[in-house]
């Protein structure tokens, strides 16, 4: 990842309006704060929450709190909780979330 020139910044995410979006069940609510090509997201998932699709987008992803499960194309299933990362290239391995009581991530992509 090269994250291009841009002035030190210190974004204060309560300024910052969330959006909802359904999954297959529950929701996905989003902080996005953009700087470049760069995605700065903070993302909670509802109790209960079924991504709708399958992401082939890079992330690096920390968990602030709860805990998901992330199931690639494959198969293959990871849980994420608290002071966990996971870290996936653009376009390498299909995955999708999940989480039964819901989690708080920081996420960059």
């Known amino acids: 990842m090269e ?20 999954g297959t069940t529950g929701t996905a609510t989003r ?5 470049g090509d760069t995605r700065i ?6 109790a209960n929450y ?4 399958w992401c082939h987008k890079g ?3 920390y968990c602030i709190s709860g805990e998901m499960v992330t199931e690639l ?10 002071g966990m ?9 299909a995955h999708r979330s999940r989480s ?3 989690c708080k991530l920081f996420v960059v992509d």
């Open 85 to 93: 990362t996971y870290h996936v290239g653009d376009n390498s391995e």
């Open 59 to 61: 992330h690096i992803i």
């Open 31 to 35: 902080k996005i704060f953009q700087m």
């Open 100 to 102: 039964a009581n819901g």
């Open 3 to 22: 994250i291009k020139a841009f002035p030190f910044q210190t974004p204060d995410w309560s300024d910052i309006e969330a959006e909802t979006h359904p």
């Open 73 to 82: 194309e494959d198969g293959r299933q990871f849980t994420l909780s608290q």
């Open 41 to 46: 997201r903070m993302v909670e998932y509802s």
């Open 50 to 53: 079924f991504a709708d699709h």
